[in-house]
């Protein structure tokens, strides 16, 4: 009965008590701007990609239609003048989320813009698209705009921000869960690949037309490189959703991450993606990268103090739960007793 | 708003709050792992039941980055066949400018098109009728060049990611059946 308490406490503790949620802001800004790059990437191709002039009109594709006839709102407005008025509208959501401006209003119009596009022309939707609605979709639920943006500002009168709300210490959680599910799975997949066994995954994911941005003779002068490169890429994908949690391990962890990205944006062309899965990681971001980027404000626990009694200035935030009282990762643990 | 409100934490919510949600977590959770997981008939068949609540949630993705084997590719051509029966090759993938920003939305396009012709075929002949109607087409041919697998010693020795492709025609569709 007692290890059944003392696990519904760390539950309780983990998803629903997390002492900063600034991470969330993180997200908001980095998901706010891959769309807004990912839609300005496609501004020639309007016509092309979401009108029943363009490569899938509906007429043609009724598939399209049939699956999804109610999820989108290009399939009620089929003119060439809503599909830019659309454009438009998820743009300026865009800018505005990005900058934090009416970003209630604005994330929904941002989700209801992505997922018609989406749902309009899955043909030409990937992986940026996935992880973007992935991220949006959670923050629908949960108040944005409460840190890093002018809704702060606006709000600055107010003497400390309700950031330390159950909904958003819950979809800060489960966009963690989600990079440690997709990074897990990322791997496992591999592991079932002759290419990436015999260490030469990163070689023919590089020699894939599509993806050949980059001259292949210096990594085949050096296939000990492409073997450290392709073992290295599977295993810190297996080790990401158990290390990631870890105090220690995370940081290290995460520059691990950028790099890859980085590497994959430069040599296989992947920029747009490689931006959206480095946003992704920042939902791990650690307190300390926080701090120098605004105020702790109200996200650091009460400490026994009584609430308001100590100056929101000079708080320091904690980072994600059980790193400011000694523990050593923030994953469920019982409670000490 | 009271100070605890702004300043202390979450509000308590009533205890039935918290199971609500908790039940939405391991929802949601099983829903990435399903969408994420393994095949089998079991899975599958739970698979389909879910799919719906999958979709809506924003989470149905594999997330298989590049695997379980990266490459070889296939880069999609087409042929255009004139009013006469003669056939034009184009690149079509090869043909994409890399540095256009919606670049891999045409990729992913095209390789749309050759996976999934009765979805994508028609709206994709229409509009390469429209595009080459100077030569007066008569039909589109789809084809896929299959990338040979070419190893670090292949490419010092000369070869380049095409060479040794091989051609395959998949399907064809006639311009007036697609009405462009």
């Given at each position: 009965m007692s290890a059944l308490r003392d696990f519904a406490a760390a539950w309780h503790?983990?998803?629903?008590?997390?002492?900063?949620?600034?991470?969330?802001?993180?997200?908001?800004?980095?998901?706010?701007?891959?769309?807004?790059?990912?839609?300005?990437?496609?501004?020639?191709?309007?016509g092309a990609f979401y009108t029943e002039e363009g490569w899938m009109p509906l007429a043609q594709t009724p598939s399209i239609e049939e699956e999804w006839s109610t999820l989108s709102v290009l399939f009620l407005a089929r003119t060439p003048e809503a599909a830019w008025a659309l454009y438009v509208a998820t743009l300026a959501a865009a800018v505005a989320y990005v900058l934090?401006?009416?970003?209630?209003?604005?994330?929904?119009?941002?989700?209801?813009?992505?997922?018609?596009?989406?749902?309009?022309?899955?043909?030409?939707?990937?992986?940026?698209?996935?992880?973007?609605?992935?991220?949006?979709?959670?923050?629908?639920?949960?108040?944005?705009?409460?840190?890093?943006?002018l809704d702060a500002r606006r709000r600055a009168s107010q003497a400390c921000a309700p950031w330390r709300t159950t909904s958003r210490s819950m979809a800060l959680r489960l966009s963690q869960v989600q990079m440690a599910v997709i990074m897990g799975f990322a791997g496992l997949e591999k592991?079932?690949?002759?290419?990436?066994?015999?260490?030469?995954?990163?070689?023919?994911?590089?020699?894939?037309?599509?993806?050949?941005?980059?001259?292949?003779?210096?990594?085949?002068?050096?296939?000990?490189?492409?073997?450290?490169?392709?073992?290295?890429?599977?295993?810190?994908?297996?080790?990401?959703p158990?290390?990631?949690?870890?105090?220690?391990?995370?940081?290290?962890?995460?520059?691990?991450?950028?790099?890859?990205?980085?590497?994959?944006?430069?040599?296989?062309?992947?920029?747009?993606?490689?931006?959206?899965?480095?946003?992704?990681?920042?939902?791990?971001?650690?307190?300390?990268?926080?701090?120098r980027l605004g105020p702790a404000d109200c996200a650091a626990p009460p400490q026994n103090s009584k609430a308001g009694s100590t100056p929101a200035s000079s708080r320091r935030s904690t980072d994600i739960e059980g790193q400011r009282d000694g523990g050593s990762t923030d994953m469920p643990r019982a409670s000490a007793r | 708003?009271?100070?605890?409100?702004?300043?202390?934490?979450?509000?308590?919510?009533?205890?039935?709050?918290?199971?609500?949600?908790?039940?939405l977590i391991v929802l949601y959770i099983s829903g990435l792992l399903l969408a994420a997981g393994p095949s089998s008939a079991l899975i599958d068949d739970v698979y389909e039941v879910a799919y719906p609540a999958l979709?809506?949630?924003?989470?149905?993705?594999?997330?298989?980055?590049?695997?379980?084997?990266?490459?070889?590719?296939?880069?999609?051509?087409?042929?255009?066949?004139d009013g006469e029966g003669n056939?034009?090759?184009?690149?079509?993938?090869?043909?994409?400018?890399?540095?256009?920003?919606?670049?891999?939305?045409?990729?992913?396009?095209?390789?749309?098109?050759?996976?999934?012709?009765?979805?994508?075929?028609?709206?994709?002949?229409?509009?390469?009728?429209?595009?080459?109607?100077?030569?007066?087409?008569?039909?589109?041919?789809?084809?896929?060049?299959?990338?040979?697998d070419q190893t670090p010693e292949d490419i010092l020795s000369g070869k380049t990611i095409m060479s040794d492709a091989e051609v395959e025609r998949l399907f064809f569709l006639p311009c007036e059946d697609v009405d462009p």
């Open positions: 503790r983990f998803w629903f008590e997390t002492a900063d949620t600034r991470p969330l802001e993180l997200l908001r800004i980095g998901v706010g701007l891959t769309l807004l790059l990912s839609y300005l990437s496609v501004a020639q191709n309007v934090g401006w009416r970003s209630n209003v604005a994330k929904v119009v941002l989700f209801v813009g992505h997922y018609s596009f989406t749902r309009r022309a899955p043909a030409v939707a990937y992986g940026v698209d996935d992880l973007c609605s992935n991220l949006l979709f959670l923050q629908l639920f949960v108040p944005m705009g409460l840190a890093f943006s592991l079932q690949g002759e290419d990436w066994w015999d260490g030469m995954g990163i070689w023919f994911a590089m020699t894939d037309w599509e993806f050949n941005f980059f001259p292949l003779a210096p990594f085949a002068a050096a296939p000990y490189l492409l073997n450290v490169l392709s073992y290295g890429s599977v295993l810190f994908e297996l080790a990401y158990a290390l990631i949690w870890g105090r220690r391990t995370r940081t290290p962890l995460l520059l691990v991450a950028f790099a890859l990205h980085l590497g994959v944006a430069v040599v296989m062309g992947l920029w747009l993606f490689s931006l959206a899965m480095v946003i992704a990681h920042l939902a791990f971001a650690p307190a300390a990268w926080l701090d | 708003m009271d100070a605890h409100d702004r300043c202390a934490g979450p509000r308590p919510h009533p205890r039935w709050v918290y199971r609500a949600l908790s039940g979709e809506l949630g924003n989470i149905n993705n594999d997330w298989g980055f590049f695997s379980p084997d990266p490459g070889p590719g296939d880069v999609p051509r087409y042929e255009v066949v056939a034009h090759a184009f690149d079509w993938m090869e043909a994409l400018d890399r540095w256009d920003p919606a670049y891999f939305r045409y990729t992913t396009l095209l390789v749309a098109v050759i996976d999934s012709p009765r979805t994508y075929g028609p709206g994709a002949t229409a509009m390469l009728c429209r595009r080459h109607a100077d030569l007066q087409p008569r039909k589109i041919v789809f084809t896929v060049a299959h990338q040979a």
